[in-house]
């Protein structure tokens, strides 16, 4: 196997790595830099995160961001699972197509198109723009892709444990929560994580859906970005993918012990 | 092991399972489809109806900014004349102005080629990642992945700090001596370019990497025992075996670029035309709410096509993976 591992594949993944985690690297290095301008190295300095926590709206704003994605991703989750269990068990009914449709769709669609539209239903049925409208919009566009993540571990999961389940008389609801949400917890959870960080990255549709005293931080990131690169962002940056960093390597620790533990079970069980 | 031999065991067919609880079950049953399907309906079918139907409404001085609107209290009649209020004058208006018809056109041009660009740079890295030793494939999947979960206007705004004319690309190629004027990059298309294949790579590598690492190498080890070059090898195995990889990549790639604000926003300056932008400043700097549904509405039928043939790709993918 190594012998077809030629040195080009290796010089390409290489390079490929390195476009992909440059500038990350740099964002993070210049947040530590003591000048104001943040392409010159001045010598290291923490003082941008103390100047960070004394800025209060940019606070407000991650308080507000933290809430709307750890609601818009639970929603989003059990909504998501639920999509991705009607697409997945029931091969057959009324509209199924239409809703498949609206599955996928959201996935790819241009995110202005998205956040104009919720806008204007907003506006339509008279809901006042801010925290809520926020919410349900993240829960909208991001139980698509719990669903297509849920819905990919949901197609090689062994049915006859559920139909066996069921033929002993357990009721479909108990079904799923003893038999099939174990199994694939795993998809669920890095649905919800895919969930809050689709929250906590989003941009423009926040932009369309909130109102004034719900401004993501995102929102707040980008006002500023637009006046001039600064080492304050640059902070704040570095905060955000350190959270998200510690998230997904904890998740895949989690995730790798738990298959560790289920295969040991199965030898077990095999043996016994 | 266990599994098999339950699933054997005779079992009842699911119209035989005991009287109790059926119409229960049923009811749940139902719930998983009804709910989400609901949600999606209002949230997501109905918003789109009501851009087209403000699309087709006049600009008004009011709150909200458009007119007519919806009166159901006025009853049918009154809905009737609304409807007669309908026109498409923004449509005409749309099509009438080169700049509008220039950010459509410009928009697809920007797409489709960072979309070749990102194939480009993505296929070299997915193939080295599906013929990379078993044990190391985890990690390099994660690698991908990762840069993904972190923000997107952060990635973008990495890169106004790299390539501004000050910025670190500039310092590093005069202080190699490569250049000694720096390349202005920020703020024109290359930027552009530069920012979308960089936040969209992802999309684009792990398709590919699942459609190369299901091919089975010992053809291509087979055409170059019986003296087929190793170019024609990978034209002719390869790549038609990596199809459905390049086209869902691409389509990923295509369709939100296309409608992208973020991007050409903050790193394409004020003289370059997306339809992504166009719409947000006709929304948020004119308050056109009419004219911003009609772009939205044009932009959605352009992406159609390439949306349904995604549609296609995917419920493929489902039926191969049954």
């Known amino acids: ?272 | 092991m266990a599994e098999t031999t339950l699933a054997t065991a005779p079992s009842a067919s699911p119209a035989a399972v005991p009287q109790q609880g059926t119409w229960l079950a049923a009811l749940t049953g139902r719930l998983v489809i009804i709910i989400p399907y609901a949600w999606l309906l209002i949230l997501f079918l109905v918003p789109f109806l009501i851009v087209f139907k403000i699309s087709l409404s006049q600009t008004a001085i009011a709150m909200p900014p458009y007119s007519p609107t919806f009166d159901l209290s006025a009853g049918i009649t009154g809905l009737w004349e609304s409807f007669r209020e309908f026109s498409f004058d923004n449509y005409l208006w749309l099509t009438d102005d080169p700049l509008y018809v220039n950010a459509y056109v410009s928009s697809v041009v920007i797409a489709a080629i960072s979309t070749f660009f990102a194939l480009l740079i993505g296929f070299p890295i997915a193939y080295g990642m599906a013929r990379a030793p078993a044990t190391v494939r985890p990690l390099l999947l994660m690698l991908v992945i990762l840069p993904f979960w972190t923000s997107f206007l952060i990635r973008v705004y990495a890169w106004i700090g790299i390539l501004k004319p000050e910025g670190l690309l500039n310092q590093f190629l005069i202080w190699t001596g490569i250049i000694d004027q720096p390349l202005i990059i920020l703020n024109t298309h290359t930027a552009i370019f530069i920012g979308i294949v960089y936040s969209y790579l992802p999309f684009m590598v792990l398709p590919l990497y699942s459609a190369l690492e299901k091919m089975d190498y010992s053809l291509i080890e087979a055409a170059q025992d019986l003296g087929c070059p190793p170019i024609s090898a990978f034209w002719k195995i390869t790549f038609p075996l990596a199809m459905p990889g390049i086209v869902a990549g691409c389509l990923l790639v295509f369709i939100p670029a296309t409608g992208e604000f973020v991007i050409p926003d903050l790193l394409g300056g004020s003289q370059t035309l997306m339809i992504g932008k166009t719409l947000w400043n006709e929304f948020f700097s004119n308050r056109d709410w009419p004219v911003s549904s009609a772009v939205a509405v044009i932009l959605l039928l352009m992406l159609v096509v390439p949306m349904m043939f995604f549609q296609q790709a995917q419920a493929k993918a489902q039926e191969q993976g049954r």
Not at chain 1, 34 to 39: G, I, N, P, Q, Y
Not at chain 1, 206 to 216: D, L, Q, R, V, Y
């Open chain 1, 1 to 272: 196997m190594n012998a077809t591992w030629s040195r080009f594949n290796i010089v390409s993944i290489v390079l490929g790595f390195a476009f992909l985690y440059l500038p990350i690297v740099l964002l993070i290095i210049f947040s530590f830099n003591e000048s104001k301008l943040v392409t010159v190295w001045a010598g290291f300095s923490t003082k941008w995160y103390g100047e960070l926590f004394r800025n209060q709206s940019l606070m407000d704003a991650a308080w507000v961001t933290a809430r709307v994605g750890v609601l818009s991703a639970t929603f989003a989750t059990i909504l998501g699972t639920m999509a991705a269990l009607a697409l997945t068990r029931y091969t057959r009914f009324r509209g199924r197509v239409l809703f498949s449709g609206m599955v996928f769709a959201p996935l790819v669609m241009p995110e202005v198109i998205t956040g104009l539209s919720l806008l204007l239903l907003f506006v339509a049925i008279g809901l006042d723009r801010g925290f809520l409208t926020v919410t349900l919009a993240h829960i909208t566009f991001s139980m698509c892709f719990v669903a297509v993540v849920v819905q990919s571990r949901l197609m090689t999961f062994d049915r006859s444990l559920e139909e066996a389940a069921m033929d002993l008389g357990a009721t479909p609801v108990k079904t799923f929560f003893q038999i099939t949400l174990p199994v694939i917890l795993p998809a669920v959870i890095s649905g919800w994580m895919l969930a809050f960080t689709l929250s906590l990255d989003d941009l423009v549709i926040a932009s369309f859906t909130s109102g004034p005293g719900a401004t993501t931080l995102p929102m707040k990131i980008y006002s500023q970005v637009r006046l001039g690169v600064t080492p304050e962002i640059n902070a704040a940056c570095t905060i955000l993918i350190g959270i998200v960093a510690t998230g997904v390597i904890i998740a895949s620790l989690v995730n790798k012990r738990r298959e560790v533990q289920r295969l040991r079970d199965e030898q077990a069980a095999n043996r016994g």
